[in-house]
C-alpha cells in the first residue's frame, strides 16, 4: 500500500539552528515525486520542494533541501537557519506515477522559539 | 496572477442542503483536484480531473461530485450535506498529471454541516 508516514507530531528548533522534519515512505512503483509543502497558521498550503525517484542529487531551495535516502524510502526536509516565519505545519507528500494523486503524512507542526 | 481562487471561504451549512464549492485556476492547467484536509489526517483526494471534460475518485469520493466543463474552473458539489463532511476543502491544480507536476493549491473553503 502506497502511504506516507511522518512521525513527529510536534518539533520545536531555536531560532538560526537547523531543522531535521522526518518522513518516510511506502511504494512499490520505480517512478514517483516526492514534495513538502507549508501550512502557515493562515491556512494555505505553499509548495517548498520537490525530489524525484530517479533524481541522484538531493533537492535543494534557498534553505531548504531534502535530504533523500531511496533504499530507506526516507525524504527528510532539512530547513537552515531557521527563522520565527517557518513556525508552521510541514506535509511530507507523494505523487505516483502518473496518476496525479497526491499522498500526504499527517503532518508535523514546528515552532521556531526566539 | 490570481492563481487559484476558491469560493466561498467559509459557510456554514444545515444538513441535507445542496453546496457547490467553486475554484477557478488562471494558470491554464490540465489537471485539477479537490482534497480535505480533517485534523489529525493530513489532505485526502475526493476528485480529480486530468484534463477538461474528464473526472476520477479519489480516496474519498462518496457524497460529492464534479464536473470539468472547461480548463479554468472545476466545482465540487455536495448533493446532501452530512454533518461527517465538515472540513477544510482545497482546491489544486497543476500543469500535468505526472510524478513531476507540482500541485498548487487554492486558499481553502472552511465547510460546517450542522
Known amino acids: 500500500a502506497q502511504k506516507i508516514t511522518q512521525t513527529q507530531p510536534g518539533m520545536f528548533v531555536q531560532e538560526k539552528e537547523a531543522v531535521t522534519l522526518d518522513c518516510t515512505y511506502d511504494t512499490s512503483d520505480q517512478s514517483y515525486g516526492l514534495f513538502w509543502y507549508k501550512q502557515p497558521s493562515s491556512g494555505e498550503m505553499i509548495f517548498l520542494i520537490y525530489q524525484g525517484s530517479y533524481d541522484e542529487q538531493n533537492a535543494t531551495e534557498g534553505r531548504y533541501s531534502l535530504n533523500f535516502q531511496k533504499a530507506r524510502k526516507s525524504a527528510n526536509l532539512v530547513i537552515s537557519a531557521s527563522q520565527l516565519g517557518d513556525s508552521a505545519m510541514y506535509f511530507c507528500?507523494?505523487?505516483?506515477?502518473?496518476?496525479?494523486?497526491?499522498?500526504f503524512g499527517q503532518g508535523t507542526t514546528l515552532q521556531v522559539k526566539p | 496572477i490570481a492563481g487559484i481562487t476558491q469560493a466561498p471561504t467559509s459557510q456554514i451549512l444545515a444538513a441535507g442542503r445542496r453546496m457547490t464549492l467553486r475554484c477557478t485556476q488562471d494558470m491554464r492547467h490540465n489537471a485539477m483536484y479537490w482534497y480535505r484536509q480533517d485534523l489529525g489526517l493530513g489532505l485526502r483526494l475526493i476528485h480529480y480531473?486530468?484534463?477538461?471534460?474528464?473526472?476520477g475518485k479519489g480516496e474519498v469520493p462518496d457524497g460529492y461530485s464534479v464536473s470539468r466543463a472547461n480548463t479554468d474552473d472545476f466545482p465540487l458539489t455536495l448533493a446532501s450535506a452530512v454533518p461527517s463532511q465538515t472540513s477544510v476543502y482545497f482546491c489544486a491544480s497543476s500543469d500535468a498529471a505526472g510524478e513531476a507536476d507540482t500541485q498548487y493549491f487554492g486558499p481553502g473553503t472552511r465547510l460546517t454541516v450542522l
Open positions: 507528500a507523494m505523487n505516483l506515477s502518473n496518476t496525479g494523486k497526491l499522498i
Open positions: 480531473s486530468n484534463t477538461a471534460g474528464t473526472t
